[in-house]
């Protein structure tokens, strides 16, 4: 992997007035590197919904909490961390409840939790969850173009 040419990091409370802001911050990296509207919509979302479980599950009602978003900005890719130090998430039991999505299934009778992961994963090109002193989620989008040609060499090898 390449060294970032960039990284960006920004440290917001734990409260869900904050997700705008860091939305507002992904609009403007993400127009940077180049995505396309869609794509840098696909972004603000996984991203959100990272911020979002951080802010609801992560710490305790009266405790005050940050959420770092860090931001690496590579030449053909960006590469988002989203990290509390709250209390951990059981990935494994996580992306068993969460399981394959039908379309059948009403979206408001999915578990709480899985679907925010299941919007990242399926977002995002790399979705990377690590459980320490809280949870860090590493997602990262390619640019349309490096991706396809990344996949391309992969394929053939």
């Given at each position: 992997m390449s060294a970032a040419f960039d990284y960006v990091e920004?440290?917001?409370?734990?409260?869900?007035e904050y997700v705008g802001v860091v939305?507002?911050?992904?609009?403007?990296?993400s127009s940077r590197l180049g995505?396309?509207?869609?794509?840098?919509?696909?972004?603000?979302?996984?991203?959100?919904?990272?911020?979002?479980?951080a802010v609801q599950h992560a710490y305790k009602?009266?405790?005050?909490?940050?959420?770092?978003?860090?931001?690496?900005?590579?030449?053909?890719?960006?590469?988002?961390?989203?990290?509390?130090?709250g209390k951990s998430f059981d990935l494994?039991?996580?992306?068993?409840?969460?399981?394959?999505?039908?379309e059948?299934?009403?979206v408001e009778f999915m578990r709480e939790g899985g679907l925010g992961l299941y919007l990242m994963e399926s977002l995002m090109?790399?979705?990377?969850?690590q459980?320490?002193?809280?949870?860090?989620?590493?997602?990262t989008k390619y640019l349309e173009g490096e991706q396809v040609e990344l996949n391309a060499k992969q394929i053939s090898t």
């Open positions: 920004m440290k917001v409370p734990a409260k869900p939305r507002l911050t992904i609009s403007g990296i995505f396309s509207y869609e794509v840098i919509e696909d972004i603000k979302i996984a991203t959100s919904e990272a911020v979002t479980n009602k009266k405790e005050d909490g940050e959420v770092v978003v860090g931001f690496a900005l590579f030449h053909d890719r960006l590469e988002v961390m989203v990290s509390d130090s494994k039991k996580t992306r068993r409840e969460t399981g394959p999505y039908s059948k299934e009403n090109d790399e979705v990377n969850v459980l320490n002193q809280g949870v860090s989620v590493f997602m």
